[in-house]
Structure formats: structure tokens, C-alpha cells
């Protein structure tokens, strides 16, 4: 089967369930409708389709980038806060899931609870995207992955560093990089540790694809060598009662001069923001050269488009 006819129809949960060559595939998508959007082509492949989009965190890029993707993609894009809606009030997942699907061509989901956004999708006979859940950010990776293409050329035979909290953008950097091939290299706290089932898994990823996978204390260590040093916030949403605890328990993994000095000189710094300047990373580092961050950014929009057509046209 080809790829495309592959990703018809699919959901997009978590990068674990997507081959190298989906990836790779949807990456040269996105940047084709990059270009294309550049150039003022226009491209409405989902004419007439609606996608919902359904929030129980804040955001910026997920909402506005997932809205403007599907109107340029000559669809509409649909908001809705889960407060609002009558799951909010107790209506089981699996009658949202099929009512929405009498309506909707696609549904984005921002939540906590991955085995709720798993019910969703079991329930739903439209796919259902994850914009961001306590476990995974799967679409924040795509975009990344984009970004490191223009600015490295390629994925493959790179390093990536990731030093901070091992929270949700941990694990979707740690599966997507050892399925793609790149070295992932992780600095957490002891008790901040990314999950040890997707540490598992990453290792798994990585035998097929021989590639070295490091989950440490010492942030020095990761970041020796690295091609790209990533970092994101110390807490995520929903953990906002444990800031000050946390401001303690990172001391010594901001991401600033001294550390970049340790990765490639041609390094690159990522974050996929919104980013606390004076925590996780130095205003130095974040402002300064090697700060790809608003690539990153505009990127959600292309690779997300790619990821829509791909799965709902
Ligand atoms: N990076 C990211 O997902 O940003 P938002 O929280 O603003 O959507
Ligand atoms: N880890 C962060 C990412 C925000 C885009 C959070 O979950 O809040």
C-alpha cells in the first residue's frame, strides 16, 4: 500500500504508532505546503470539511496554527472549550465521540487524560488528532522535526538533547527521534524523569534504527556533542501548584551560554513555548543566534496542514 493511502482515516495519538516513513512522508507534505502557501498557490484540499477542536488547556500556536491550517486548507476549524461542552458535565466519551462524528470530518483534542483521548479515538469514526495531552505532543514534533530539516539538512545521524522536565514534549521527542534516527540524549532531575514505559519504548525504537539513547542526571553529559539542545517548561499545565517546588528542584538545568558552549558549535537551540526566561532557559540563549524558536512555531502550521490532508482528505 502507499504511504498516502496508509495515513487516510488514521488518528495521530501518539508518533509510537507512525513508521519512519509516514513520518518522512508527512514532513516532505508539510514542506510542500509551505512552500506552496509561500508562494501564494493556493491548495483547498479540504474544501468543505470541518475540523472540531476541543480544549481543556490554554494555547496560543496549537489553536491559532490548527485554525488557520484548515482555512487555508479551504476548510473551517471549529472551537470548543470542554468546560463548555456536555462532557464537561458528565456525558460519556463514547456518545460525544459518535455524535461529533455525525458532524465533524476530524477532531483536535487538548486534555490531560491520554486513556480519554484513547476513548475518543476507539469511539469516533473520524480521526482524532492529540494537540497536546500530560503524556505526549506528538504535533509539536513534527513541527520540530521540520525545523531541524531546514536548518541541518536532515534528521538522520544527529544528536538531540533534551534537558529539563520529562514531561510531555520529552516523550514525543524521545520516541520521534529514535524512530527517525537520530542519537536522543535526556537531563532530568531525579524524580523528573521522562516515563520509564516510554523510555522502554524509545530504546526499542532505537534498536531498530541504531541509535543511542542516554537518560542521565548531568545535563553536561547530555548535551556533549549535541547537534540540537531542547528545552520546555519546568512545569506544565496542570502542575502549576508545584512551581515553586520545581524552581528548587531544577537549580542547575537552565539551558544558558555555558551549557551551548558543551553541544556542537553549530548547535541549535529549541523550545517549543511558551518559555520561562530565567528558569529552563537564558534570555542569552533563547534571544540569542542559535534560537530556532519561532521557526518552530510557523512550523506547526505547515506540518500540521500535512498531517489534516493526509489523515481527512
Ligand atoms: N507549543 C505549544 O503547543 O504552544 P501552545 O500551548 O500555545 O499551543
Ligand atoms: N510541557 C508543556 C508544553 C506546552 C506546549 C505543557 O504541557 O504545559
Not at 547537534?227 to 502549576?240: L, P, R
Request: aromatic share 6%; hydrophobic share 40%; with cysteine.
Amino acid at each position: 500500500m502507499m504511504v498516502v493511502d496508509q495515513l487516510k482515516g488514521r488518528d495521530f495519538l501518539c508518533l509510537s504508532d507512525y513508521t519512519k516513513d509516514e513520518i518522512l512522508y508527512l514532513l516532505d507534505l508539510a514542506a510542500k505546503l509551505k512552500e506552496e502557501q509561500k508562494q501564494g498557490i493556493l491548495h483547498p484540499h479540504l474544501a468543505g470539511k470541518t475540523l472540531g477542536m476541543i480544549f481543556d488547556k490554554a494555547s496560543t500556536r496549537t489553536r491559532v496554527s490548527f485554525e488557520v491550517g484548515m482555512y487555508q486548507l479551504g476548510g473551517m476549524a471549529m472551537f470548543m472549550s470542554g468546560r463548555d461542552l456536555q462532557i464537561g458535565r458528565g456525558e460519556p466519551i463514547p456518545d460525544t465521540a459518535r455524535v461529533l462524528s455525525r458532524y465533524l470530518d476530524g477532531i483536535m483534542i487538548r486534555t490531560f487524560s491520554d486513556k480519554m483521548v484513547k476513548e475518543l479515538a476507539d469511539y469516533a469514526s473520524i480521526p482524532i488528532i492529540n494537540g497536546l495531552t500530560d503524556m505526549q505532543h506528538p504535533c509539536q514534533v513534527m513541527a520540530d522535526f521540520q525545523t531541524i530539516i531546514e536548518h541541518k539538512g536532515r534528521l538522520e545521524g544527529l544528536k538531540l538533547a533534551y534537558v529539563g522536565d520529562g514531561n510531555n514534549m520529552t516523550h514525543s521527542l524521545m520516541i520521534g527521534a529514535a524512530k527517525v534516527g537520530m542519537d536522543v540524549a535526556v537531563a532530568s532531575p531525579e524524580g523528573y524523569m521522562p516515563d520509564a514505559g516510554v523510555t522502554e519504548m524509545t530504546r526499542k525504537f532505537a534498536e531498530e534504527t541504531g541509535v543511542h539513547v542516554l537518560v542521565t542526571n548531568d545535563p553536561a553529559e547530555a548535551v556533549a556533542g549535541a547537534d540540537i539542545v531542547y528545552t520546555d517548561v519546568w512545569a506544565s499545565m496542570g502542575q502549576e501548584a508545584e512551581q515553586q517546588e520545581r524552581l528548587q528542584k531544577f537549580a542547575g538545568f537552565e539551558v544558558n551560554e555555558a551549557l551551548m558552549r558543551k553541544a556542537k558549535p553549530d548547535a541549535i537551540f529549541m523550545h517549543c513555548l511558551p518559555a520561562h526566561r530565567g528558569e529552563e532557559v537564558s534570555a542569552e540563549v533563547i534571544d540569542g543566534p542559535r534560537s530556532v524558536v519561532f521557526d518552530q512555531s510557523e512550523n506547526r502550521l505547515h506540518a500540521q496542514k500535512a498531517i489534516l490532508v493526509a489523515l481527512m482528505k
